[in-house]
């Protein structure tokens, strides 16, 4: 059974570039949310997302930073004209159909640096 | 707002010893309360989850206790082992997930 993919595992970007994270969620689960832990710091959630849906990104910056999960395919997370500050981990979880009370599956992360 | 505590930051003990890690959060309306493992520079294992009906739940060497009324967790490791040497993380579940800053433990040979 394949746990909940991401990838790229790292990623290096020039201060004005994008960003587009990945998130395969485990086979099945319908739930992604996304998490970022900058340095130093616990890790805070950012987005919970169903097939099509936004149900909460609250934990969202309201500029730059978009996430979908469309019916086909990965999550994605998309981070424009990234700035030094984006320096972080990013972390995908998935849970199943059930809904949010199951427990979440954490993929290994992406380590975005912005040079 | 939801907001977890952990408690202490930092953990270094012999092997062998016993401990126990402590985990506060204010707000009682969870669905569940779970604690992870997160080596340096890895993704997060999940290790217990009690659901918010329960009381404690256990793993081998691992017992994670919950009292919602008190707004309280711990997390006991029996016997530590070098191996044990990670950062643990607690996270309350209301929807979405609240960490809290974790406990950085160190078990020394």
């Known amino acids: 059974n394949a746990g909940v993919m991401q990838n790229p595992r790292h990623l290096v970007r020039r201060r004005g570039q994008e960003a587009r994270l990945r998130c395969s969620p485990v086979?099945?689960?319908?739930?992604v949310y996304w998490y970022r832990q900058l340095p130093e710091e616990g890790l805070k959630f950012m987005v919970y997302?169903?097939?099509?849906?936004?149900?909460?990104e609250s934990g969202m910056p309201k500029e730059r930073f978009s996430a979908e999960f469309p019916k086909e395919g990965p999550s994605i997370l998309r981070i424009q004209q990234v700035v030094r500050g984006d320096s972080a981990a990013y972390f995908c979880?998935?849970?199943?159909?059930?809904?949010?009370?199951?427990?979440?599956?954490f993929g290994p992360g992406t380590r975005l640096t912005v040079l | 707002k939801q907001e977890v505590t952990q408690i202490p930051a930092a953990l270094s003990v012999p092997e062998g010893e016993n401990l126990v890690l402590n985990c506060s959060f204010t707000d009682s309306a969870i669905y569940n309360l779970q604690w992870f493992r997160q080596d340096p520079g890895k993704g997060l294992t999940s290790l217990l989850l009690?659901?918010?009906?329960?009381r404690e739940q256990t793993s081998g060497r691992l017992n994670a206790s919950l009292d919602k009324s008190s707004g309280r967790s711990t997390l006991y490791i029996a016997a530590s082992q070098p191996g044990d040497s990670a950062t643990y993380l607690c996270a309350a579940h209301g929807g979405k997930l609240i960490f809290g800053q974790g406990t950085e433990l160190s078990v020394k040979p």
């Open positions: 979880a998935s849970s199943p159909e059930t809904g949010g009370t199951d427990t979440q599956y």
């Open positions: 997302l169903q097939k099509e849906n936004i149900i909460d």
């Open positions: 086979k099945g689960h319908s739930h």
């Open positions: 009690i659901q918010s009906s329960q």
